[in-house]
Nanobody, 125 residues
């Protein structure tokens, strides 16, 4: 399984960005794809995830209402639309996949078995 993430960049506070993660080689249609982020000096944290089979989603409280995760019809690409960005959103964003048939959505980093390279999001004040 390979993951390719893109879409990061520099944006002013209040602006928007859309991150894209494309997966190849997935084995299970019921996989879960998620976004995590890691700010300098901080642990990697959950942002959002989606079940590729039924579209169930989950968001961290810090982004709920501002970020939207979605998937394409082929269920191998997920998007993270980030609106009303804040300086606290500045981090390297990683996409990850749990390539197992999964019920629901998972938030723990240890539950994901493949990770993409990060994409840097910088929000200026």
């Amino acid at each position: 399984v390979q993951l390719q993430a893109s879409g990061g960049g520099l944006v002013q506070s209040g602006g928007s960005l859309r991150l894209t993660c494309t997966a190849s080689g997935l084995t299970f249609g019921g996989s879960v794809m998620g976004w995590f982020r890691q700010a300098p000096g901080k642990a990697r944290e959950f942002v959002s995830a989606i079940n590729l089979n039924d579209g169930e989603t989950s968001y961290d409280a810090s982004v709920r209402g501002r970020f939207t995760i979605s998937r394409d019809n082929a269920k191998t690409t997920v998007y993270l639309q980030m609106n009303s960005l804040k300086p606290d959103d500045t981090a390297v964003y990683y996409c990850a996949v749990r390539d197992r048939n999964t019920v629901g959505v998972l938030t723990g980093t240890s539950r994901y078995n493949y990770w993409g390279q990060g994409t840097l999001v910088t929000v200026s004040s």
